[in-house]
């Protein structure tokens, strides 16, 4: 099985470097690294979460063959939704789609946290809880994460759901933190329109990045549910 992470805005592969330790042997762990950091940090930066994910599911296909497992937080959910999309109309369709932290594809966008000044934007996201406190106080790493920070918070905001998508198959699990101020918990049952899989709503202590805590629990509980959807696929007359 192949787990691919898709990062949140302002995210990168080393993001989530620390899921590796806490793989069975049998998972191989695959991070995308957005093009405008690390070592992709020279090349310009794709404000098209479409064509972020044409790009990645041509990567993964490239790919010796393997069960794939898609988990996308925030920017990366919608992210993961159309490399989902992406990866079925190839023919070759996840195994689970697995989003964190975001709105369904129909209510994402909009926003216009983009425009603010760099103290405002800056603000903003430590707010949120994503950025440790000696990365915030440093004015230098500021200067150098701002850029691709308000990239991203772009790409997101200027999200356009395709037009009659077709429906994923496969069973999308939707994850809550527990109080995130950017997510209304009330929308998330949309998400279960993208496929006609089994589709459920798991939440969890954090906030807007739960993903970050308790990160062994969390695997345990994804690679759980794709064995109770398999154990029910092969149930079924």
């Known amino acids: 099985m192949r787990l691919v992470c898709l990062p949140h805005a302002g995210g990168s592969a080393a993001s989530y470097a620390g899921l590796s330790a806490e793989l069975p042997q049998q998972v191989e762990l695959v991070v995308a690294q957005y093009p405008g950091r690390g070592d992709r940090y020279a090349e ?49 369709p996840p195994l689970q789609l697995v989003i964190s932290a975001s709105p369904p594809p129909r209510l994402a966008g909009g926003g216009d946290t983009h425009l603010r000044d760099d103290d405002e934007l800056w603000s903003i996201v430590c707010g949120f809880g994503g950025v440790e406190p000696e990365i915030a106080a440093d004015t230098d790493l500021r200067s150098v994460l701002l850029p691709t920070l308000r990239s991203d918070v772009r790409t997101n905001e200027l999200y356009q759901p395709p037009v009659a998508p077709p429906s994923l198959d496969c069973p999308v699990l939707c994850y809550h933190g527990i109080g995130d101020p950017l ?39 994804v690679l759980a549910e794709i064995s109770v959807d398999a154990h029910r696929r092969r149930s079924l007359p």
């Open 183 to 221: 997510v209304d918990e009330q929308q998330l049952a949309e998400w279960g329109d993208v496929t006609t899989g089994p589709f459920s709503v798991r939440r969890r202590a954090g906030g807007h990045f739960h993903v970050f805590q308790d990160v062994g629990g969390l695997i345990d509980e």
């Open 44 to 92: 310009p930066a794709v404000e098209d979460i479409s064509r972020m994910a044409a790009q990645i599911s041509a990567e993964l296909l490239a790919l010796e063959p393997a069960p794939v497992v898609l988990f996308g937080h925030s920017l990366g959910a919608l992210v993961g939704y159309e490399t989902a999309l992406a990866l079925h109309r190839s023919g070759v």
